[in-house]
């Protein structure tokens, strides 16, 4: 609840559909939209509707002693006296006649020290109720106007009003954006990215399904209201992957920069003392006659080993070596990470064991180069967190995932995690995450998992999630104090993750 002390707003509840209102002839006329009745109190009321008012308008309401106050319509009811029996015998009745009624949650005004606060004291029955303006909606919820320093994701629903994220606490307080399969998830972390990109933000991208290469290349259409043209970040872009891919360049690991543990870690069946120090004895012998070495210098040193022990560690290591992704020399940092560029990681068809190799190597390098500030500060964006960081299980690559996501902001290393199944994520990740990005989410216990770690969502707006429509995200962070519904921009590069059609449709052109 509100304190009225400072920034904590509550009582406000973002839900669907606002009414679209050119936003100049609202700053000069606001439209009257009710009246209040009724029992007032000092964080809802209810009022009249006798203008065109839709669930989640903000609207004003003038305080007697705080003056404009800024409110949002948390729901409506149409009031009849209409039975069962009397609607079957007029089915033609009017409705026309009937009482509409709004009820509003208030979220506050600015103090004279600049602060939100909500007053203290009711409103009066019969203050008339007015549409609320950009400008007004913006002042009071502090949203940032800034393109230097924000990216901009798309329009307050309902509004022509642009929607800002903060870049500096996107990337340092980390990002989440949920939603069922279809939702739009990859649409919008491409506009955040697009955004990164333009404001020289280096980012690198976890992508198991190999669909941000698209982002090289422009999108088809441009859009007015958005103010978004076609534009294609080719040279922005570096893509290493698995498999041979035109533009894709080889990942490769320098096997040198794993010690005995490490390695250990990556197999699949040796895990005891014994393989330990097998491994660490062959490690070191190699090491003592070569600076540089492979798996294969490895496999050899054990090969004279005459233990039993050893031929399943070299069964092990022979799987591992079979990967080709750890080599003499491996991909130089400067060639991985490259300041303000965005390198795409493209794990299409890599098993998911081996991808959760390479995001446990990746993790580890990129936190200690930031710790030691050899790479630039940077965004990482994880496609299907869910498989990464699970909820319940173990993988390789949790434990330095769990560690960036607590201790990465200290370094300039921000996470964006991105997933179906928010249920299925580690709670610890996902409740750093500082900035929420919903889309439609329909499963119960998903729906749960978004509640337990977004501040600030009152169960209206939870219930409204399921019924958000493709392309509108309720957002929160990164500047935005209070869950807001944002009509998504469209790209400006184009889209990789579109949905395959299965039928033909014969009025396709
Ligand atoms: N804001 C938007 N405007 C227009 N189209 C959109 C928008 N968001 C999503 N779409 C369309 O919806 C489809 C699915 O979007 P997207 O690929 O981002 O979903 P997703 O949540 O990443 O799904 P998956 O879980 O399968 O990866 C795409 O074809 C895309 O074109
Ligand atoms: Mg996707």
Redesign the pocket.
Known sequence: MNNGQGEQISGSSVQVDITTVGSDSMSQDPIAVGTIFGDVGTNSFKFAVTGSAERSDYIIAEHPDCGNVLCQIGSIVRKTTMTLDKALEAASNDCTKDKVVATADVIGYKDEKGLLQIPRTTFLAATIVRRADPEFIRKILGLKDDRRSCAYIGMLKGYEMPIMLDINSLVQRHVSIL??????????SGDILEELMKHGVTCLIVDP?GEYGAMRHPSDSKDERFGVEPHGYDDNIIEFGMTQIEGVRPLRFTFKSLDSRDILDLLPSSDSKSSLSLLTKAMDAVKERKQLYSIRDVIEELSSNESGKAYSLIADLESIDALGLFAERGNHISELVQKGKTTIFNLKGVAPDIQQIIVRRLGIMMFELRKANRVPPMMMVL?EAHNYCPQNEGTLCKKILTTIASEGRKFGLGLMV?S?RPAKIDKNVLSQCGTQII?KVTNPNDLKAITASIEGLTGGMEQDIPGLP??TAMVVGAGIQTPMLVD???RESR?G???VQILENDNDE
Request: hydrophobic fraction near 30%; aromatic fraction near 4%.
């Open positions: 939603a069922k399969t279809g939702g739009g998830k990859s649409y919008i399904h496609e991105i179906q889309l493709i392309g998504v921009r469209p889209h993750g579109a949905s």
